[in-house]
């Protein structure tokens, strides 16, 4: 065996260099499996400006294999093909992507086959379609006829080198690198290339479920940002909303295999940049001193949103836009989507909960059924049958008056009479609403005691199912207007359920439910946790306090018998009768104040289970005020996470289970497992 191997090795060593067609050691691959050529599978990405720089994303793959049908075709230049949900549309003879129901600079779209790892953050960039068509042939040649090392240049001038399969590099040029007359083996460090986008590491969703069961309209609140990475309303609601898919698919699971649910659609809806587009910006700028330059712009791009609100000019462009915003983008929806039955609800969190609040509590519930009714620019009429004051006073027999009302131009609105009837045009028994004035009206008799700001607050075109309020401040808002107490009785004239959510540190938030019952103290519904049960340390809380409290009853009733034992020692034994009267009495004092203390512990489940509080008929009978469960590093420094726990609900899963589940409830679909 050793003659063997000695004389391999003398043949080895006596022809060192490889054949021309040949392959070095680290590029030794099967070149039988290699020979067979088989085309790449594409895949679409979009381009997206992040953090001042490009970053590409792929479309999911159902999206995806439309585009890529699309543009198999043949019929691509004027073909508009709808992704992510209906949300975005693809232009594919421009290669741009345009959002549809909010303003967003379209990006650029690519169909991408080859790719090579970036600088910095080692991600993968597709190069553009033509050239990856030039790397295309150059690749299919080489396999066929099993030519490697073949050299490519980009239109940047850069060397691409196909050494083999599983090996091409990219080396990017350096200045001057042509005046010396380097080799591109020395021009920087080489870039890996890879071919098809399986070759790359990459998240690709499979998509979302093409039925839409329930669309929700998401209000943001005070200034442009909406977290602490300073991301817009619209990636926030994004990330709200895969929050919900992936719940989806965990606790709606049998619903799901049964087809009996899709999804839900959430769209943002954006006041800030119409309000901050008027102009007031250019008229603060010039008041605003110059010192502390950046505090200053902040105050002036968020906290001032506040004021605008209190402000009765602003306010109305604030109110008109959010209720525009919601119109438009629901006869749009409308549109895309002819086939949605579902009904439709409002969330809004900090400022843009209370301006729904505000807008709710002014509509009429005249609408009736009209927003089932295929003929939508009917609804714009705003009360388009109400009676004339002529007819008024013909049906209370007071048609003499008309002339005097007619020549002192005395009107409906004048007269304060211009308000929703007990009786809607759809039929519908309105006599359980209150008055407004029980409440606060809009501007047909506006209660100004009250101490809201005089505005018309427009219609919406639909009635909403739910209303979610996240870290709102509705509660203050309403006791600074000076409103003390909401009437039991009252209700939203067009909403029938209303959740007030909120994380338990949030300094924004405020409870709802002692302005409805003002003379009990009780504590607010506790949300599950998205996995069950309560947290950990929630639960070691309640366990700690439940045994301290046994301890501390046990350790006092032990010494209190202690106590009377020895005071009664030194009596007389005339007074025997007298002492034994009061032990008699002495244990069934005692057997009473355990009672009382079992009384004091024993009503924390049964407030959890069914809870005997009635909070109004705001959300139906039901409790209005929700609390998350902070988390364990959230419990040791609580001023340390409030601007964050304001901030938590777009990525809570605790908050986006409750709001799925309430939702889905109205159609009769419950969790697979009740959360407790």
């Given at each position: ?27 030794l691959?099967?070149?039988d ?13 979009y381009?997206?400006?992040i953090?001042?720089?490009e ?23 004027n ?36 790719f ?5 953050d ?23 006829l ?6 490519l ?86 990330d ?34 119409p ?17 502390i ?10 906290i ?11 306010c ?40 729904l ?38 049906k ?13 131009k ?13 009786q809607s ?12 004035s029980?409440?606060?009206?809009s ?36 006791t ?15 909403c ?32 599950p ?27 006092l ?20 009768s ?99």
């Amino acid at each position: 065996m050793s003659s063997v191997e000695s004389q391999q090795e003398q043949s080895s060593q006596s022809d060192p260099s490889p054949s021309p067609n040949s392959c070095s050691s680290f590029e030794l691959v099967d070149m039988d499996a290699g020979s067979l050529y088989e085309p790449v599978s594409p895949h679409w990405f979009y381009c997206k400006i992040i953090d001042s720089k490009e970053t590409w994303i792929p479309f999911n793959s159902q999206d995806s294999q439309q585009l890529e049908e699309a543009y198999s075709s043949g019929k691509d230049y004027n073909r508009i093909v709808p992704t992510d949900g209906g949300r975005y549309d693809v232009h594919l003879g421009e290669r741009m992507r345009y959002a549809v129901y909010w303003d967003e600079l379209a990006s650029e779209v690519r169909r991408c086959t080859w790719f090579y790892k970036g600088d910095k953050d080692n991600k993968y960039i597709p190069y553009s379609e033509s050239f990856s068509q030039v790397l295309e042939e150059t690749y299919m040649l080489a396999v066929t006829l099993d030519e490697w090392k073949k050299k490519l240049e980009s239109p940047n001038r850069e060397i691409i080198i196909l050494h083999n399969p599983k090996l091409m590099v990219h080396y990017q040029p350096v200045a001057g690198s042509d005046e010396w007359g380097s080799v591109p083996a020395e021009q920087g460090r080489p870039r890996t290339v890879k071919r098809g986008v399986e070759n790359i590491s990459v998240d690709i969703h499979c998509g979302e479920p093409l039925q839409i069961d329930h669309l929700v309209f998401v209000v943001h609140g005070i200034g442009p940002a909406c977290d602490l990475r300073f991301r817009s309303i619209v990636q926030c609601v994004n990330d709200f909303r895969s929050v919900s898919l992936n719940l989806l698919q965990t606790h709606f699971k049998k619903a799901q295999e049964n087809q009996q649910i899709g999804r839900v659609e959430f769209l943002p809806v954006n006041w800030h940049s119409p309000l901050h587009s008027t102009g007031v910006d250019v008229d603060l700028q010039r008041i605003t001193l110059p010192s502390i330059n950046r505090l200053r712009h902040f105050t002036n791009d968020t906290i001032l949103d506040v004021f605008f609100y209190n402000s009765p000019t602003y306010c109305q462009t604030i109110v008109d836009t959010v209720a525009s915003e919601m119109n438009r983008i629901y006869i749009l929806f409308l549109q895309r989507n002819p086939n949605f039955k579902g009904s439709v609800s409002i969330a809004g969190h900090s400022l843009g909960s209370l301006i729904l609040f505000d807008i709710l509590t002014n509509q009429k519930d005249s609408l009736g059924d009209t927003d089932s009714e295929k003929d939508l620019p009917s609804i714009f009429m705003d009360q388009g049958d109400t009676p004339t004051l002529e007819e008024d006073l013909k049906k209370l027999q007071l048609s003499e008056f008309f002339s005097i009302f007619e020549k002192e131009k005395i009107d409906k609105e004048a007269l304060g009479v211009n308000r929703p009837t007990p009786q809607s045009p759809a039929g519908a028994n309105m006599s359980n609403i209150p008055k407004e004035s029980e409440f606060y009206s809009s501007t047909n008799g506006l209660d100004v005691g009250i101490g809201q700001v005089p505005v018309k607050y427009p219609r919406l075109i639909y009635k909403p199912e739910i209303f979610f309020a996240f870290g709102s401040p509705i509660g203050m808002f309403l006791t600074v207007r000076g409103l003390k107490r909401i009437d039991p009785n009252y209700r939203f004239p067009t909403c029938k359920g209303f959740f007030n959510i909120y994380h338990p540190f949030d300094p924004v938030a405020y409870r709802i439910e002692p302005m409805v019952v003002p003379g009990m103290e009780f504590e607010p519904m506790l949300i599950p946790h998205h996995k069950g049960r309560k947290r950990m340390h929630l639960e070691l809380r309640e366990g700690l306090t439940r045994m301290s409290m046994d301890l501390k009853n046990n350790l006092l009733g032990s010494l209190r018998m202690a106590w009377k034992s020895f005071t009664r020692a030194p009596y007389p034994a005339l007074q025997a009768s007298e002492t034994a009267e009061e032990t008699e009495a002495e244990p069934e004092s005692n057997s009473e104040k355990p009672s009382d203390v079992n009384t004091e512990e024993n009503p924390v489940p049964v407030k959890e289970e069914a809870p005997p509080i009635h909070v109004g008929m705001l959300n139906g009978g039901q409790r209005i005020d929700y609390v998350l469960q902070e988390k364990p590093i959230e419990s040791f420094n609580e001023y340390l996470f409030a601007l964050q726990s304001h901030l938590c609900y777009w990525e809570s899963e605790d908050t986006v289970l409750l709001v799925l589940k309430e939702i889905y409830q109205t159609q009769g679909i419950f969790l697979d497992q009740p959360l407790q």
